[in-house]
């Protein structure tokens, strides 16, 4: 019978050690190796935000002028609309969100720019969008121009409740096609739980709609990342496999260290 002697004890967590060792320098190679390729392959856009009231798109004039309500009885009978001009084509936009008093002196586009963003964006990968204005100017970036709206919930001031009640915001995108006229797409604010499928008709991150949305939600109620696809899911067995060595690593150098403690004799 062979005894569990502090020597004998030693070489076990010696070796155990090592081999968490091995596994853990292992698992973090291919760990960093699977992140970058998932991260440095993923599309991101990225968004420029207009100020500007008038300028060019596409090879076509682009305009946003606002347009109040007729006036009946002495009052007007509505928030009004802002009518947006692209080429020979318009667009009226229901102001949703009437600004305050004093918002209403300044710019039209920054007056409602808590509720109606216009937004020149492009897509590409991390090792793109590091150059992205030379891309973009070469043509490899196309960049592309919309209008994202936030739609509060009806029957609620917008201003109170409903600027809390996000699950019932909806969101509308008016993308400026390159031939001429609109795009008009409708999402809804994401409800699903964590890790699980977006609903349909609901806003999915890492999408460029996602991305537009953000810029019109009020601080404080933007939706906690889901991180469905990202370098953590792309980790796969390498984050368990580190885990594992890191804990046995751990634990083989407690154990070494508890092994040297003399115990003390009793006189």
């Known amino acids: 019978m062979v005894s569990n002697t502090p020597s004998r004890i030693r070489r076990i967590a010696r070796a155990g050690g090592l081999i968490s060792l091995v596994l853990l320098a292992v698992s973090c190679w291919f760990m960093a190796a699977r992140v970058n390729n998932a991260v440095s392959g993923k599309i991101r856009p990225v ?21 109040p309500d007729p006036i009946v009885e002495s009052e007007p009978s509505g928030p009004g609309s802002i009518i947006v001009t692209y080429g020979d084509q318009s667009l009226p936009l229901r102001v949703l969100i009437p600004p305050s008093e004093a918002m209403s002196q300044i710019p039209l586009m920054r007056a409602h720019a808590d509720w109606m963003q216009v937004l020149r964006f492009t897509e590409g990968t991390a090792a793109e969008l590091q150059r992205v204005n030379n891309e973009i100017a070469k043509g ?11 739609i509060p919930p009806q029957g609620v001031d917008p201003r109170t409740w409903g600027q809390i009640w996000r699950k019932e915001w909806t969101f509308a995108f ?31 991150e890492g999408t460029w ?3 537009a949305a953000l810029m019109v939600m009020p601080k404080g109620t933007v939706p906690s990342p889901r991180f469905a696809d990202d370098g953590l899911r ?6 368990p496999g580190a885990t594992i060595g890191a804990s046995g690593l751990t634990l083989s150098i407690i154990i070494l260290a508890a092994s040297r403690v003399r115990r003390r004799t009793p006189a």
């Not at 490899?140 to 919309?146: E, F, G, I, Q």
């Not at 792309?234 to 984050?239: K, V």
Request: net charge neutral; charged share 25%.
């Open 47 to 67: 968004f420029m935000p207009v100020k500007d009231q008038s300028f060019y798109f596409a090879d076509r004039d682009v305009a946003f002028e606002f347009q």
């Open 234 to 239: 792309a980790m796969g067995w390498t984050l």
């Open 140 to 150: 490899n970036l196309p960049d592309r121009l919309v209008i994202v709206t936030r």
């Open 174 to 204: 008016y993308e400026f096609l390159p031939e001429g006229g609109f795009r008009k797409e409708q999402l809804a604010f994401p409800t699903s739980k964590r890790y699980q499928p977006n609903k349909p008709g609901e806003l999915v």
């Open 209 to 211: 709609q996602f991305g």
